[in-house]
Nanobody
């Protein structure tokens, strides 16, 4: 079992930056692939970014490329999502998730956090 707790969300203006954090506890964190997802009101949850256990493999949704950066600190059991140049369309609840696999993909995640709200005003 893995527990995930997100933090760092908030209300910002377009063009601002935010860094989300996701603290993991429970089973071995370092061997797990981590991902960030988001769900906007009235929309399905979508993949944002993923990172493998070593941090050497990352994958981004087109909407995140060039603006968002995923990273992890295995010593702190924490994964981060640095979000720059935020847009109103980035407004959503952001979730972190994990799976016991080294494959960085958009599917297959088995443990989820409760989410943190990000609101970007225009």
């Amino acid at each position: 079992q893995v527990q995930l707790v997100e933090s760092g969300g908030g209300l910002v203006q377009a063009g601002d930056s935010l860094r989300l954090s996701c603290a993991a506890s429970g089973r071995t964190f370092t061997t797990y692939t981590m991902g960030w997802f988001r769900q906007a009101p009235g929309k399905e949850r979508e993949f944002v970014a993923g990172i493998n256990w070593s941090g050497g493999g990352t994958y981004y949704a087109d909407s995140a490329k060039g603006r968002f950066t995923i990273s992890r600190d295995n010593a702190k059991n924490t994964v981060y999502l640095q979000m720059n140049s935020l847009k109103p369309e980035d407004t959503a609840v952001y979730y972190c998730a994990t799976k016991n696999s080294d494959l960085v993909s958009t599917t297959g995640y088995t443990y989820w956090g409760q989410g943190t709200q990000v609101t970007v005003s225009s």
